[in-house]
Every structure is written in structure tokens, then in C-alpha cells.
């Protein structure tokens, strides 16, 4: 806990240094010349007599105010998509900010949009964190530009704004290749209805990673269905049925695999004796406790959250120009998880 009684200059007297030296290094001034152990020293004694900085004065000084704005379009009340705000959070803390959340709706009218962005500048935010729950092309606000701004898990309409989102095409190749090094040879893929883009670049990397491995990609079996457990099972059935059926399959998400379990089951088929099953998102309430546990891709949430907070930091304190940054989306990487579904094919 901070003292209020205790002031720099008190550090200062502490420390054996002058107040100068106690400013440059609890503000991180990276120009002052300034050795480690000293550095050390003030931060420990700060921590000792329990100082800390005068936010008032500090905004009066940097014009900022220490706050950063997150427009949520559903992922508050989704915990599946809920590691972007604690990415967000944890990072921003770290460097000293606070977060303000505003929760809306995907749906919402552009005129809500804006007066969510509207709120967040009334309360002189520093910068502005944009998430979707899933990844998808927007539309931003118009007064978004009011201040420095990232999108996460979004790329805007224009291209105009700095965005973080994962890399489904990387993620794809990545489940694929489970089932590849597993001995499978006869792989189908159960595909989301939705034109999004996780639709568009999961089927290319599936494709994609098939012919490179001297497999026929393009003629490769695909079943779309809305992807939900109702829409993995009702492909799943259609997969299956077909002649030399595949002993792998790659679900769009965790939802649809939980429906290809089902499918499997009704056909007489163990997984993964008969049919190995590799999902995506990694849904810990459905792939973990799926029997047995599902074998999944997971989407860099927390990592978006982090990354796009301590880059939207980095541009309010002049070390990161966000218009470079928005000449293309950073894609970051979506590992396997590895669990209990893929095996080798059937003999």
C-alpha cells in the first residue's frame, strides 16, 4: 500500500541520492545514466517506506492520465474469449496503467458504437483497446481516431487501424499436422458456415497442409454446418457415411468436435481407435472434459489482450508509431494442445 505522507524527497534522503535520480528511475527514464545498483536501491527503498507517485501532479506533468479504455463487444460475459481482458489487465498494470471497461454488443448500431468510444474519451482515457469476440472484419467507430487505438482479435474494413489477430491459417496447419504425424492418410474437415475469416483460412491451411504432404488437398472431404455441437454432429454423420471414410477429422472448433463425438458414437466408432478428432480454440470447459479429452488448437487470447496493450502504451508514451504498425494485422501463433484424441488410423 502507498503513503501518502511519504514524498520523493523522503526516498531521496533514504536512498542517499537526489531527488533528481529518485525521479529518473521510478519514471524509467532510459537516457539517465544511472547504474543497475542504484537503480535498484531507490526502487527498493520506495517500496520499503510504501511511496507512491502523485497521479495528479504526474498528469499535470504528461498530459495523461494513467487510464486506458476497452470496448468489449461481448467477451465480458463470455469466458471462452475472457483471457483478452486479462492479458489486457495484467499488462497494463504492469506498465503502470488501469483498465475501463465498457461492455456492448456485436450487434450493436454504429451509433451505440460510438457513444461507448464517446464515454471513454469524457473520462480522458489514454488510449483505446477495440476487442471482438471472434475474429472478424469491423467497421470501427468513426471518433475511435480521438485517441491512440488497437484492435484485437478484429481488423477494421479500412485497414487503418493497428490490430493483433490469430493466426487461423497457422492454427489449421497445426491441427493438421497432428493428424498427419499420427499415420493418417484419409483426413475430412467439418467447416463453419459463417463468412468470417477463421471459415476462409482454416480451409486453406487444411487444404494447403494436405497437399504439401503428397495428399490430394483439393479433393480432400469438407462438411460446413453452423458451428455449433447440433451442426459437428449433423456433418460428422455426412463425413462418415461417406465411402472410404476418413479416420481423422478436423473440426472447425471445440463445439462442432463435441458433435462429432456424438456422431462417432452413434456409428459404433472409439475415438480415437477408429477415428481420431483434433478441434480448435480450446474451449477448456469442452475439450478437457470431453472423453477422452479432445487434442484442440489454441487461440492466443491472453497473448492478444497483452500484446495489444503494451503496443497501445508504447505508441501514448512515443515508442511505437501505431500507423506504421496498421499497414497489416500482427498474427500471432496458435499452438496445439495436446490431449487423448488423435492416435494411429486403424489397420
Known sequence: MSNKNVGIKDVAFAAGVSVTTVSHVLNDVSYARISPETRDKVKSVAEQLGYGPNRLAQALRTQRTGMLGLVSEDIATTPHAGRIILGADEAARARGYNLMIINTSGNASPESREADVEALLER???????????????????N???????????????????????????????????????????IGFLNNTD?????????????????????????APVESEPSEVQGGYEAARRILARPGRPTGLFCYNDRMAMGAYRAAAELGLSIPGDLSVVGFDDQ????????????????????????????????????????????RPTVLDCPVVVRDSVAAPPL
Not at 159 to 182: F, K, N, Q
Open 124 to 142: 480522458r482515457v489514454d488510449g483505446i483497446l477495440y476487442a471482438t469476440m471472434y475474429h472478424r472484419h469491423i467497421q470501427v467507430p468513426s
Open 284 to 327: 477448456e470447459l469442452i475439450a478437457a472434459n470431453l472423453h477422452p479429452g479432445l487434442t484442440t488448437v489454441a487461440l492466443p487470447h491472453y497473448e492478444m489482450g497483452a500484446w495489444a496493450t503494451q503496443n497501445l502504451i508504447d505508441a501514448i508514451e512515443g515508442k511505437a508509431d501505431l500507423g506504421l504498425m496498421a499497414l
Open 195 to 219: 463468412d468470417v475469416p477463421a471459415t476462409r483460412d482454416r480451409l486453406r491451411g487444411f487444404r494447403a497442409t494436405l497437399t504439401e504432404a503428397g495428399l490430394d488437398g483439393g479433393a
Open 144 to 186: 475511435l481516431g480521438g485517441v491512440p487505438a488497437v484492435l484485437v482479435d478484429a481488423v477494421s474494413t479500412g485497414g487503418s487501424v493497428t490490430a493483433v489477430v490469430p493466426d487461423e491459417e497457422g492454427g489449421a496447419r497445426a491441427a493438421v499436422g497432428c493428424l498427419l504425424a499420427a499415420g493418417h492418410t484419409r
